[in-house]
């Protein structure tokens, strides 16, 4: 069976400073990864993913992530913090490429200080 | 194009009373999950369905929760009887079945059982 462990459930960073939110995985097998973001009273929505190929991910809204095999790890970075990036992030781990269902891990809260 | 919908948004609900959950997923897409987020609990599966067959329904809490698709673009979920326990938001998701990729999230639905 796989898990998440994301650390940290609130992470306060200022405007403009960098962001990093950390995901940690256990998979018996090859893991796809997942980067969620939800706004208050909304869905999910896919921030990136990992698949296969190129181990750092680029996706939407300046954010991206690298898959380290070694550490397990699938972190979640922004260079700038804008306030519109206040949100719950959410990391999930699929065994088979997102075809089955999603595990998810407890989720980040990100404050953005002015 | 539309993408997942679900109804109702918000139910209010006595406890013993029956709950239907609904969900229409993105057309094309044949892949269909519900998940439940809590507090306590975080987002959990609770049941996938590839071409409207379901394929693991081991998150599913009880018998009391029940699931189905009739057809590619209508779900639901029943629960029968609600207890408060059951309060939660129910997020319906869709995909095309494949590697990788992405499933696409409804609104949820914000159920509270009294």
């Known amino acids: 069976a796989q898990s998440v462990t994301q650390l940290g459930s609130h992470v306060s960073v200022s405007e403009g400073a960098l962001v990093l939110l950390r995901c940690n995985y256990s998979s018996s097998v090859p893991p796809y990864l997942f980067w969620y973001v939800q706004y208050p009273n909304q869905g999910l929505q896919l921030l990136l993913k990992?698949?296969?190929?190129?181990?750092l991910v680029k996706g939407i809204n300046g954010f991206e992530a690298e898959f380290k095999k070694s550490e397990t790890s699938f972190h979640l970075t922004k260079p700038s913090a804008h306030m519109s990036d206040a949100a719950e992030y959410f990391c999930?781990?699929?065994?088979?490429?997102?075809?089955?269902?999603?595990?998810f891990g407890k989720g980040t809260h990100l404050i953005i200080q002015p | 194009d539309a993408g997942v919908i679900q109804s109702p948004r918000h139910e209010v609900t006595e406890m013993g009373q029956e709950v239907t959950l609904r969900c229409k997923p993105i057309s094309g897409h044949n892949s269909l999950f519900w998940y439940r987020q809590t507090m306590m609990r975080g987002l959990e599966l609770l049941i996938y369905f590839n071409n409207n067959v379901p394929i693991d329904d081991s998150g599913m809490p009880e018998d009391r929760f029940s699931a189905k698709m009739p057809n590619a673009s209508f779900s639901t979920l029943k629960i029968q009887p609600s207890e408060p326990r059951d309060s939660a938001v129910y997020f319906c998701a869709s995909s095309f079945r494949g590697t990788g990729e992405t499933q696409y999230f409804g609104p949820g639905t914000r159920l509270l059982v009294l």
């Open positions: 999930a781990v699929s065994i088979g490429g997102g075809a089955d269902g999603l595990t």
């Open positions: 990992y698949t296969t190929g190129a181990t």
